[in-house]
């Protein structure tokens, strides 16, 4: 990131600079040289809209310069410079190929040659640049299953808690001069204006510009007249790009939401996910060595499970796992706040009579999970549930209402048979 914060920098010192053809030098150079700002924007604004590539040259030198796209070796446009006098030079370069077309937004490699590049073994010096020629943020927020065009909902006239819709800013750009998130009512009247140009970054180290603001549909106190209200994000990168996101619709509803909560019980036959998306357990495998354990139904309950894990011949990295992934999904939890919490019991007992075999329920929450070892037991309260949002604008999955998500698995030579689950789940729903 220093790096490219230091090639930016260069580049508005060479930007600022008049456009020369030779600067005059006391001493030769001592080698070849090429440099270059490190984005620019030929989108016709007058910001940035040339690439102005300064080149330096330790003696009488005939000049060639090719342009490929960055981790290519496909070349764009090559250029004839011809003979040319030491000392340091610039051209400019306005984003397009050979014959005169509009290049894509991505990074490119700009090569010197002291000699025709085509057959040449290689350049005398190099520098990148990334063309960047537009300005595109996103906004969302969840729609608890509810589907990718649901206008999203927020009930500020509820008491049982302080009701918020998250409103999710990002720009995946990285360098943004400003970005800022505004809400209308359907008059088009700005009621929330909100700067959310934060710099994140992730656990890998890269970085992305943006926030999320959770927005109660509340102004002085007093909640806001129910109806149609829009949101948007508008802002600018560091090269003169402006851009706005889609607009967003709210619904800022007159009802009330009110806790609920209910209990259901399943077979694990007819609970249990072969989505391989979902998981990687018995069902799907795990690429050259699954695990070998089986998940088969049970031989002492109906509509039950057995989960027969067993060690595993060589090759090694084979699993002595049996597991397989459970869900419950709760149509009811749809389109306002999805779940808020889900616990799982189970009721089972070893494969064979008299042996000692376990097994290993696990309900899984973003913040933290709650396991039982046994062949009966309960799991606790898991809050914030990983499926708890329900599938609707991240996951390309085709599942879509919340759900209750939990695994079952025996380890090494246990085997256990599970006679049924009970989910017991709480969550918003609208005051009837």
């Known amino acids: 990131m220093f790096s490219r914060l230091v090639r930016i920098v260069i580049g508005l010192v060479l930007l600022a600079t008049p456009a020369l053809t030779v600067v005059p030098s006391s001493a030769a150079p001592a080698d070849y040289a090429l440099s270059a700002p490190a984005t620019f924007s030929p989108n016709g604004d007058g910001t940035k809209d040339g690439l102005r590539v300064r080149y330096t040259l330790p003696r009488r030198t005939h000049v060639y310069l090719a342009i490929s796209g960055d981790g290519t070796q496909r070349v764009h446009r090559t250029v004839d410079l011809g003979v040319q006098p030491r000392g340091t030079h610039v051209w400019t370069w306005d984003g397009r190929n050979q014959s005169g077309r509009e290049l894509p937004d991505k990074g490119y490699v700009i090569r010197m040659y002291d000699a025709d590049p085509a057959g040449h073994p290689g350049p005398v010096a190099s520098a990148e640049a990334r063309l960047d020629s537009s300005f595109k943020p996103e906004l969302t927020t969840p729609t608890f299953g509810a589907g990718r065009r649901a206008v999203a909902r927020v009930f500020p006239r509820t008491r049982v808690v302080a009701d918020v819709i998250d409103l999710r800013a990002v720009a995946h750009e990285g360098e943004v001069a400003f970005l800022e998130l505004v809400i209308r009512n359907d008059r088009g009247r700005v009621v929330r204006r909100a700067d959310v140009d934060e710099r994140i970054i992730t656990a890998g180290g890269t970085f992305y510009v943006g926030r999320t603001v959770s927005w109660a549909a509340v102004r002085g106190g007093k909640p806001l007249p129910k109806g149609r209200y829009t949101a948007v994000v508008t802002g600018a990168d560091l090269v003169g790009n402006r851009g706005r996101s889609d607009k967003l ?77 459970h869900l419950l999904e709760i149509p009811e939890a749809t389109g306002v706040r999805g779940l808020a919490a889900v616990r799982v019991a189970f009721v089972g007992a070893p494969t064979t009579a008299g042996e000692s075999d376990t097994g290993t329920l696990r309900v899984a929450g973003l913040d933290g999970s709650s396991t039982v070892v046994g062949t009966a037991g309960q799991s606790g309260w898991v809050e914030d549930p990983a499926w708890g949002e329900g599938l609707d604008r991240s996951y390309p999955l085709p599942q879509r209402d919340p759900a209750a998500v939990w695994s079952f698995a025996t380890t090494g030579t246990d085997s256990v048979d599970v006679a049924t689950f009970t989910v017991d789940v709480r969550y918003l729903a609208i005051e009837d």
């Open 249 to 325: 619709k709210i619904w800022v509803s007159a009802d009330r939401l009110v806790w609920r909560e209910a209990t259901t019980t399943v077979a694990p036959d007819g609970s249990r996910s072969h989505s391989c998306e979902w998981s990687a357990a018995n069902d799907c495998g795990v690429g050259e060595y699954p695990d070998c354990g089986d998940v088969v139904p049970s031989t002492l309950y109906a509509g039950g499970l057995s989960y027969r894990s067993k060690v595993c011949a060589p090759p090694e990295g084979y699993g002595s796992t049996a597991a397989s992934l």
